[in-house]
């Protein structure tokens, strides 16, 4: 065995032992990651409302992976836990859609597997739309799912715990049909984390010692077919334990949700080709404006100016019908305005998210 096979042995041994024994609920975790129910839009919030205490208990995600327009998808849970994301989401995608959870832990998946009929008549279906497997998130080629099977892919605070984050993105590539995005809330710091804190296993199972520099990520995510990657929201993530912030308190960490799309038409990067879309309005829950991301927030019925890549991920996508298209690809105008590299998270906590959550 060689010494990087043995370090991601040692890694998952280690994550496995903390959320399936040292950790009981999400109480007992050290910093603020989880988001509160009482932060959450509306129709979320009933959703969440009847989900089993027990799953819900056992819920260490660190943000909101339930993204617009799933009625009828087929999804894939990375990092499944307890279950909380891959029942909110059976919920989302109706009868006719599709979840499935992949999770490592015995612990978790027990839980997670003891209320599969539970959720089933508290949806009200005929039988169940999800099922668990017991795998790891690197090698998903080995539980027999289909290539480009998967309409979106998600995962809640789990991929900055893997040893093997390039595997994972890769796997998750290769998994999503054309148009598919992988949709997810993770950990990133402000820099690299120093390979000594990498190997303390408290502050890797906390999600911090494994949190990739956030740029690096940006170039994995390119390397592995996901070009331009968006960032939707994020937020300074808080250290509750003295004794982990003085280990590890001098590196900046955000929780963030990022959308990765499979779409061989994006560039490298956000060029202007002169259009624009007019947003219908037509998306449940979203009548009023549509989020793509932190940087396109779209409001109904206004032209709204966007680079090729938008355009793409507009045009080439589950949301195509719900925007009307202006222009086309025959004239580029150069660097679309406000393409940057510098840190793209916001550095304070606002009053709005002081409380903790991430949502």
């Given at each position: ?6 370090f991601?042995?040692n890694v998952?041994?280690s ?6 024994k ?9 910093t603020d990651?989880?988001c ?7 129709h979320l919030k ?7 205490p ?12 339930a ?9 894939l849970?990375?990092?499944s836990?307890s279950g909380q994301?891959?029942?909110?989401l059976?919920?989302?995608v ?15 998946l ?11 008549k508290?949806?009200?279906y ?6 668990f497997k017991?795998?790891y ?22 991929i900055?715990l ?16 054309p ?16 390979a000594?804190?990498?190997?303390d ?9 494994g ?23 994020d ?6 334990n003295d004794?982990v912030?003085?280990?590890?308190g ?8 990022y959308?990765?799309w ?13 259009q ?16 793509l ?5 779209i409001?109904?019925?206004?032209v ?16 195509a ?15 679309f305005?406000g ?8 550095s304070?906590?606002?009053e709005?998210?002081a409380?903790?959550s991430c949502?």
């Amino acid at each position: 065995m060689s010494a990087q096979d043995s370090f991601q042995d040692n890694v998952k041994d280690s994550v496995k032992d903390y959320y399936g024994k040292e950790l009981q609920g999400s109480a007992d975790l050290k910093t603020d990651a989880c988001c509160t129910i009482g932060s959450l839009p509306q129709h979320l919030k009933d959703i969440m409302s009847r989900i089993h205490p027990e799953v819900s208990s056992r819920y260490y995600g660190c943000g909101l992976v339930a993204p617009d327009l799933l009625n009828g998808m087929r999804i894939l849970d990375l990092g499944s836990g307890s279950g909380q994301d891959v029942y909110v989401l059976s919920a989302m995608v109706g009868s006719s859609g599709s979840v499935v959870g992949v999770d490592m832990t015995d612990e978790q998946l027990a839980v997670a597997n003891a209320h599969i009929d539970y959720h089933r008549k508290e949806f009200g279906y005929c039988q169940a739309n999800v099922e668990f497997k017991k795998g790891y998130i690197e090698k998903l080629d080995e539980l027999g799912l289909e290539d480009e099977s998967f309409d979106i892919i998600v995962s809640n605070c789990v991929i900055n715990l893997s040893p093997d984050k390039q595997a994972v993105l890769e796997q998750a590539h290769r998994l999503l049909k054309p148009g598919g995005e992988l949709y997810f809330s993770d950990v990133y710091a402000d820099r690299r984390v120093p390979a000594e804190l990498v190997d303390d296993p408290v502050l890797y199972g906390e999600c911090l010692s494994g949190a990739l520099y956030w740029n690096d990520f940006i170039n994995l995510a390119k390397r592995a077919g996901f070009a331009d990657p968006r960032l939707v929201e994020d937020r300074p993530l808080g250290i509750d334990n003295d004794s982990v912030k003085a280990k590890i308190g001098h590196i900046g960490f955000y929780s963030a949700t990022y959308r990765l799309w499979k779409l061989d038409s994006l560039e490298p990067a956000c060029e202007d080709y002169g259009q624009a879309v007019i947003y219908k309005g037509s998306i449940p829950n979203c009548e009023r404006e549509f989020t793509l991301d932190k940087g396109h927030v779209i409001t109904a019925g206004k032209v709204f100016p966007v680079c090729g890549n938008t355009w793409n991920m507009l045009t080439q996508t589950r949301f195509a019908e719900h925007f009307e298209f202006v222009g086309n690809f025959d004239t580029h105008y150069g660097i679309f305005e406000g393409c940057g590299s510098s840190l793209p998270y916001d550095s304070k906590v606002s009053e709005s998210s002081a409380g903790g959550s991430c949502c």
